[in-house]
């Protein structure tokens, strides 16, 4: 992608410069009261991306996907996860979707910034024996319906459309419980099968436990990997699961007028809903509510976690899309970025001029010639033949075009990389958003050329498992204790099944134990032959 004249904003977005200063003033507001509304507890988006994520782990969106299904190519896959940093052993209520939460994926199909469809899962909790058992499950779990499995979740989920009416797609469908582990689950698979299920109308949707597919190296948050990309390499989230919702629908559910020839690009985000939140007002005290609230949202990747200041960061995940273009405190960072100044400042790679409108097009407006620098008509909603131009706004949206068939080789640059099927035209499970965004800071897209002495990038390019070939694609949820990190083995390195401390790589609670046991034998042979003496 070149960049053959001087950066400028198309003419709908200058027009809607103009008010920013006021309606961003007013769209904060709005949004910073509706972040005040908590159901007792705080709300925020991504991983741990928002001050107020720590409060409630089960409204947070951790990551959306949206890419034409590489096996079924006249369907388009959109998966959502919540709840991030699952540790595999978290016994013994594990992980649940919130009951008293609305989990919804919707799609733009006209660039409003608006829900055109909106899918919306509910979940209720249901317990065989709450008075005299604590167990999440009493005995092997072959199936949904097993009596072992002491606590199940069933849904509701129910589409919205252009028109504000709604119907309802399954009732006490049922959800994929936590994988507790393999002896109490010896055949996950099995269990995630029966959890996918056929929607009317073609497609199918689950809602259960998985693997979590974002890799990357947190370690970005000192000082950039160290000052010198030394803490490179390191899968975090190896290990650890998410909850995910997936849905397949036929393409035409979700082009605009069920047109994907005339109308291929469609923009995606996630969001939750919270009921019963409480307004604390300047002197501190409740007001109720009994309102469905937005506390969670989430399109494109790491937009809130390091495009978005501090300040708005909770408020950001209160406000819908068609309001994005008014909060010019955002705008004005995704014009002028934050991370490529800390990259001259620590590497001394020279940071692009501002104003950077090759970002505005990937976060806002989607790619093409006429939106701005970037030469390329990719998955702007401004391409859909039957979008009204004067309605359409720069909006976070994760975006992308049905028209463009799945790559038979995938690239893990995604666009970059010469792969259009990849991110930022919609996301893969397998793409690597944290080179692309890293990529895309530093210029990447103005020239076509990687950034030459950020090639490597946080140096994790893969997951830690395969993803599947069909429906949701994610990986199976892990059973083994996360690593941990001690004293002279900082990387951890703790062997499935054995557990505890380790050194070296040694796990030395598992030998400790097998070790002990050793002695116990030994002990118990020499006493029985005295006894026999």
């Not at 099968?193 to 073609?202: F, I, K, M, R, V």
């Not at 010019?328 to 692009?352: E, H, N, S």
Request: charged share 20%; proline share 8%; aromatic share 6%.
């Amino acid at each position: 992608m070149t960049s053959p004249r001087s950066p400028r904003l198309p003419a709908f977005a200058r027009r809607a410069e103009r008010p920013m200063a006021g309606l961003g003033v007013l769209a904060l507001a709005a949004a910073g009261a509706m972040a005040g509304l908590a159901p007792g507890v705080g709300s925020a988006s991504s991983h741990r991306e928002a001050p107020l994520i720590a409060g409630d782990p089960r409204a947070d969106n951790t990551d959306v996907y949206a890419f034409v299904s590489p096996d079924k190519p006249d369907t388009v896959t959109l998966v959502a996860n919540w709840i991030p940093f699952e540790e595999p052993n978290g016994g013994p209520n594990f992980y649940a979707f919130a009951d008293d939460a609305r989990y919804n994926i919707k799609i733009d199909a006209d660039g409003d910034g608006k829900a055109d469809t909106t899918y919306t899962w509910t979940f209720t909790g249901h317990y065989r024996d709450d008075a005299d058992q604590f167990l999440y499950n009493t005995g092997v779990v072959k199936s949904l319906d097993d009596p072992t499995l002491n606590y199940r979740q069933t849904y509701t989920l129910t589409e919205t459309g252009p028109d504000g009416s709604t119907k309802t797609l399954l009732k006490d469908a049922p959800a994929a419980p936590s994988n507790v582990g393999k002896a109490s689950m010896p055949d996950y698979a099995s269990l995630r099968s029966q959890a996918t299920l056929n929607l009317p109308g073609g497609g199918q949707t689950y809602a259960g436990q998985a693997d979590d597919p974002f890799f990357l190296d947190l370690r970005v948050f000192d000082l950039l990997y160290g000052g010198n990309l030394k803490e490179s390499g390191h899968d975090t989230l190896t290990g650890y699961n998410v909850n995910t919702i997936a849905i397949q629908v036929p393409k035409k559910d979700l082009a605009l007028k069920g047109d994907p020839t005339r109308n291929p690009v469609i923009g995606v985000w996630s969001t939750t809903d919270r009921k019963g939140a409480a307004v604390v007002d300047k002197g501190g005290e409740g007001k109720g509510g009994t309102d469905w609230r937005q506390v969670s949202r989430l399109g494109n990747p790491l937009v809130n976690e390091v495009v978005v200041p501090l300040k708005y960061k909770d408020a950001f995940n209160a406000l819908t899309p068609d309001k994005d273009h008014t909060v010019t405190p955002v705008v004005d960072k995704v014009k002028d970025p934050i991370v490529p100044k800390l990259v001259q400042g620590i590497y001394g790679i020279p940071a692009p001029a501002a104003p950077r409108n090759d970002l505005v097009e990937i976060f806002l407006t989607g790619l093409c010639k006429a939106c701005g620098p970037v030469q390329a008509d990719l998955n702007s909603q401004l391409l859909n033949a039957d979008v009204k131009k004067d309605a359409f706004v720069p909006s976070e949206e994760l975006r992308l075009n049905l028209g463009v068939a799945p790559a038979t080789t995938a690239n893990r640059l995604g666009v970059l990389g010469g792969d259009l099927a990849g991110f930022p035209n919609g996301r893969r499970l397998a793409d690597d958003v944290v080179d692309i965004t890293l990529q895309a800071a530093e210029g990447a897209a103005q020239t076509g050329k990687i950034v030459p002495a950020l090639a490597a990038g946080d140096g994790v390019n893969t997951n830690d498992h395969a993803f599947g070939k069909q429906f949701p694609y994610v990986a199976l949820p892990n059973t083994a204790a996360v690593n941990q990190a001690v004293s002279g083995n900082p990387d951890g390195g703790v062997a499935a099944g054995l557990g505890g401390l380790s050194l070296s790589r040694s796990p030395i609670a598992g030998y400790a134990a097998i070790g002990g046991g050793a002695l116990l034998t030994a002990a118990a042979v020499v006493a029985l032959r005295r006894r026999r003496a």
